[in-house]
């Protein structure tokens, strides 16, 4: 299993990750605000302000407080380190 840092020692399974995205369009509002309704929002961000949605693909969303590309970034780092072991 792969884990992936999503900021101030908060860590998700890099294998279920469907989406990560920006919260600055309506729908990913949406989307956010139906899972905090539902109960299936998790909020990573110790309240700052977030910067990255976070779509699992066993429905909860995570909410990061850094960005989408420094997300990316760090699994694009730990898929180039298992190839590499391998």
Do not use: C, W
């Amino acid at each position: 299993m792969q884990l992936i840092n999503i900021g101030f020692g908060n860590i998700v399974s890099a294998n279920r990750i469907i989406a990560i995205v920006s919260p600055e369009s309506a729908p990913i509002k949406r989307i956010v605000q139906e899972a905090k309704d539902d109960g299936t929002a998790i909020d990573a961000t110790y309240g700052r302000k977030t910067r990255a949605v976070i779509i699992m693909d066993s429905g909860h969303v995570v909410l990061s407080s850094i960005q989408p590309e420094t997300v990316a970034g760090r699994l694009d780092k730990d898929d180039e380190n298992i190839v590499e072991e391998n």
